[in-house]
């Protein structure tokens, strides 16, 4: 498994924007797909976006489509989520995963990392 930290979360107001960082250590970074999930108080973890080794396809949750961007930059073993016009209910923790394989659901990641809060007011 690949070792994931996940920052840059915070509070900020609806409208702003926020871009998480998950940093990966212990294995070749360019073998994993990685993805964020998101958990808010009592709801399951959903997917938010997801990008494949070399940085194509990607694939993003309806929710965020046209908001949320995920990227990646294997020279530096990190993965981005560029969030714009964040709304309330992006309020969540926010999770950083990676496969060796692909997929869209919690189960498909085999590799989590501790989640970095984000909260936007109204």
């Known amino acids: 498994q690949v070792q994931l930290v996940e920052s840059g979360g915070g509070l900020v107001q609806a409208g702003d924007s926020l871009r998480l960082t998950c940093a990966a250590s212990g294995r070749p970074f360019s073998k994993y797909a990685m993805a964020w999930f998101r958990q808010a108080p009592g709801k399951d973890r959903e997917f938010v976006a997801a990008?494949?080794?070399?940085?194509?396809?990607?694939s993003d949750a309806d929710s965020v489509k046209g908001r949320f961007t995920i990227s990646r930059d294997n020279a530096k073993n990190t993965v981005y989520l560029q969030m714009n016009s964040l709304k309330p209910e992006d309020t969540a923790v926010y999770y950083c995963?990676?496969?060796?394989?692909?997929?869209?659901?919690?189960?498909?990641?085999?590799?989590w990392g501790q989640g970095t809060q984000v909260t936007v007011s109204s």
């Open positions: 995963a990676g496969t060796t394989g692909w997929g869209t659901s919690t189960a498909d990641l085999d590799s």
């Open positions: 990008v494949a080794n070399f940085g194509i396809p990607t």
